[in-house]
Each structure stands twice: as structure tokens, then as C-alpha cells.
């Protein structure tokens, strides 16, 4: 293995906190942080950074602290390992150690320019688009807003003592990979806003953004064998390091409250609209992704790259992109459907990632319609055949009986996850195939009536389940 190591060249003493990152794990390191980190190598910027966590990882953070906020990114392909040391983060903040206080003061204070976030989608407290108001977070922090204990509670009280002290506005950015992700924090926090005071809520709205952004970055979990590789090659432990893929992608939305940072000048793209890119990412990477995560995991398959190495998927993969995928969507100007497609395949095969078929496979109740079901729909209304999804739709209801083709056990991690082994208990038959249709929030209402949507996906249940899944995807090539 070679490695080359990139120090900051920069003078962190300089360094002012200029934006506050809330959620600081493993993705926020390999992808915000390197973005920021590679702006200050490119400019005499000041923008430092904080960053928090509001549950666990506070032993994290403080191991950040006693290393100077230096930890290291390597980006990993096949037997390279390629590292950078991040110096940009200047302060940690975790309200345990800390107190919320101490969160909240940092929103508050003048220099603050920007938030970011990497929260998941739950950490917006939002149930079918708007502000969850049974949630136990947020009907605490209503009833108590100045020690609050949700993100959305935090954010609204610190833009509160802003206003109080008569300071502009915020950007908050979403970085979570969610569509809309900007316009889903803005709901969450004009709602809560809203409920404590509308005065507050109408200057939330009036002086700050919350811009859109796609994010990509393959960046898989750390393991033992991780962290030995990084302390073989920097020569020292470094129990804040992250491994991840080369590739790095953020399309945001220009749409600041104020100063913006140059992250265009580490790579990043400022455009009006963001949707199309997110689902370009969502149907082309994502759900090709769960399309090999369910179906190669039954197959046997440990990882993505071991999905590449086997000619019939990585072929099934380029033909789901191009041939199902891409054409239900809108590509922007200028943008090369079929080079993004072969990028993917790339990325897909670079076995440094060790990225495990069944860490993807987590949580397909909430991914399968945004990945595969929303381009479905569009093949339904207009007459095309979608082979390929059909498959994926049925790999992953074969996955959730919990056992590969040849018997392993297959960990089934999903919010439906008791009843869905409620009824992978049952008959493996049509019944299973429907009710699993019939599963609140997947389907909608619209697919299971659909007679050509039932007979596609009960076929490739059936096929399957009796060809096996490397003869079901060779007929479809």
C-alpha cells in the first residue's frame, strides 16, 4: 500500500468559528469537513469551524480535542490510501459536556455565518412532511424552549437570541441525504418557531435561508481493520480518523442569508435548483445501490465490489441505470448520464471500501420509493417495461424473510422490521408478495391496486425464488 499524507498549510490560529456543524460523524468528517478543510488550502479565509454532537459520540469529541482538532480522511482505492489531515474544525461542543447552553450561546454568537447539519431524516421531527408535534423532543422543547434537546429546538432558540441581540439572520444548510432537505429543515423550524412566538417565526423567515444540497460520498463504517490500516500508514493510532472513497460530490443551492463560504473552489457546485441532481444521485446511485445490496446479498454477495467482479451484475446495474432509471428523469444541461453511470460502475468496483451489501440493505422500507418506486411509477404511466426494478422490488421482499440463497442469515434492519417478520414467518407465496405491498407509507395506495404492478413484481418473486438471482438478471440482459 502506498500513502501520500496532505497536512493544513494553513494557519489555524487565524481561524475564527464562522460555521457550526451540527452532527459531526463519520460521513460529516470524510465530506463537510474535507470540502471546508480544502477551501481554507485554497484561500486566506478565516472561516473556522465548530461542531457538535447532541447524543452520544461525546468521548469522540473529546478525543478531538486532546488531538488538536487534527484528525485524518483517507481516501482509499484499491491499494492506494491517500490522506489528508483536516485542520479546519477549531472547537467541539457536546451538551452533556458542555450544557445546551454552551450550543446555544454558539448560534448566538456575531461571528456565526452558517449552519450545517447531518442530523438523518429523524432528527427533523417531521411526520408526513410537517412538524411532528407528538414527537417527545419537540413537545419538550415547546414546553421548555430554552433547554432544548432536539436539533429543531436548538436551532429556533439560538435564532432566537439572535434576534433578541438584534443580529442577522443564519444559512442553515441541510447536509443530510434527504430530497428537499433545505426546504424540509425550513418547515420544521418556521413550524416550531411558530409555536412559541410568530414574531420569531416571521423573522426566521425574513432574514434566513435554508438552501437545498445533494451530497455524496461513499463512506462506509469503521471497523477494527479500518482503524489498524490508518495507524499502520500515519505510524500512530488516530481514533478520530475516517476512511472513505475518493469521490466527493456537494451540489447546494445559492441561497445564502449572508457570506458564503468558496466551497466552489474545493469542488463544490453553486446552482439555482438542486432537484435535479438529487435525483439523478437518488435513482442512478441509490437505487442502483439498494439493487445490488438485496440482490447480491441473497446471492452471496459480501460487498458491492464483489457485486462488480461478477459480470451478470455488473452488467444488470449499467442496464438499470440506463435503461430504467435515467430515463425517468430530468437531466440538466451539459450533464453526461451515460459518464455518470460509468463513474458509478467505477466507484462500485473499488474493493478498498469493503462497502457490505447488507449495511445498504438497511432501513428499505424508507428508501425503496424515492429509489425505485418513484421511476416505476413513471414506466407505469407510460407503458415501459421495468424488469430490473421489478427485481429489485422482489430482491428485497426475498431479503426480508432473513436468509440468503444458500442459507446464511440475513440481518433485517428496517423501522417495519417486526412486522415484516411478522409476516416472513407466514407462507412464502403471492399472499406474502401482496401484503408486504400492503405495508403502511411503501406502496402507497395506487401500487398494490395496480393489477400490471402486482403480476411484474409476483413474477420476479416467483423467478427467484426458483432460477436463483444470477439467472433472473442474466434473462434480462
Given amino acids: 500500500m502506498t500513502a501520500n499524507i496532505s497536512r493544513p498549510p494553513y494557519d489555524r490560529t487565524t481561524l475564527k468559528v464562522r460555521l457550526f456543524h451540527i452532527g459531526f460523524g463519520a460521513f460529516a468528517k470524510a465530506h463537510t469537513s474535507v470540502f471546508h478543510d480544502e477551501m481554507l488550502r485554497q484561500t486566506d479565509s478565516d472561516w473556522g469551524m465548530a461542531v457538535a454532537r447532541l447524543n452520544s459520540g461525546e468521548s469522540g469529541l473529546t478525543a478531538l480535542d486532546e488531538a488538536d482538532h487534527l484528525f485524518a480522511v483517507g481516501e482509499m482505492s484499491d491499494g492506494d490510501l491517500d490522506l489528508r489531515q483536516v485542520g479546519a474544525v477549531i472547537k467541539t461542543l457536546h451538551p452533556n459536556r458542555d450544557g445546551i447552553e454552551a450550543l446555544i450561546a454558539q448560534i448566538a454568537d456575531p461571528d456565526l455565518q452558517v449552519i450545517t447539519l447531518t442530523i438523518t431524516e429523524k432528527g427533523y421531527c417531521l411526520a408526513r412532511e410537517v412538524l411532528d408535534l407528538e414527537n417527545p423532543g419537540i413537545a419538550a422543547d415547546l414546553e421548555n424552549p430554552s433547554a432544548p434537546k432536539s436539533a429543531i429546538g436548538l436551532l429556533v432558540e439560538g435564532l432566537y437570541r439572535r434576534k433578541e441581540a438584534g443580529l442577522p439572520g443564519l444559512t442553515v444548510l441541510s447536509c443530510d441525504n434527504l430530497p428537499s432537505n433545505g426546504k424540509l429543515c425550513r418547515t420544521a423550524v418556521l413550524e416550531f418557531a411558530g409555536h412559541r412566538d410568530p414574531d420569531l417565526k416571521t423573522w426566521i423567515a425574513d432574514t434566513c435561508r435554508f438552501p437545498c444540497s445533494m451530497v455524496d460520498r461513499i463512506t462506509p463504517a469503521m471497523t477494527e481493520d479500518s482503524f489498524k490500516k490508518l495507524e499502520v500508514t500515519l505510524g500512530a493510532p488516530d481514533p478520530n480518523g475516517i ?216 413474477g420476479a418473486y416467483e423467478t427467484l425464488k426458483t432460477d436463483g438471482v444470477n439467472k433472473a438478471l442474466a434473462a434480462c440482459l
Fill in 243 to 458: 476512511l472513505c472513497e475518493p469521490f466527493r460530490q456537494w451540489v447546494i443551492e445559492d441561497n445564502f442569508a449572508g457570506a458564503k463560504p468558496h466551497w466552489d473552489l474545493a469542488g463544490a457546485s453553486f446552482v439555482d435548483d438542486v432537484e435535479p441532481f438529487e435525483d439523478i444521485k437518488l435513482r442512478m446511485l441509490n437505487g442502483s445501490h439498494s439493487f445490488l445490496a438485496y440482490l447480491g446479498a441473497l446471492a452471496g454477495k459480501e460487498t458491492i465490489a464483489d457485486c462488480m467482479a461478477d459480470p451478470v451484475f455488473k452488467s444488470a446495474a449499467h442496464k438499470l441505470m440506463m435503461s430504467e432509471q435515467a430515463p425517468s428523469l430530468t437531466i440538466p444541461a451539459g450533464f453526461d448520464i451515460e459518464d455518470y453511470a460509468g463513474m458509478l460502475i467505477d466507484r462500485y468496483s473499488n474493493r478498498a471500501l469493503h462497502h457490505k451489501t447488507t449495511q445498504i440493505a438497511a432501513d428499505g422500507s424508507q428508501k425503496l420509493p424515492q429509489r425505485i418506486l418513484a421511476p416505476v411509477r413513471s414506466h407505469l404511466d407510460a407503458g415501459k417495461p421495468w424488469p430490473l426494478a421489478a427485481l429489485a422490488i422482489a430482491g428485497w421482499m426475498h431479503y426480508c424473510r432473513g436468509v440468503s440463497e444458500a442459507g446464511t442469515k440475513l440481518p433485517v434492519n428496517d423501522p417495519h422490521a417486526d412486522r415484516i417478520a411478522e409476516l416472513a414467518s407466514g407462507s412464502d407465496d403471492d399472499g406474502y408478495v401482496l401484503n408486504m405491498m400492503l405495508l403502511a407509507g411503501i406502496f402507497g395506495s395506487d401500487l398494490p391496486a395496480n393489477p400490471s404492478f402486482v403480476g411484474l413484481v409476483t
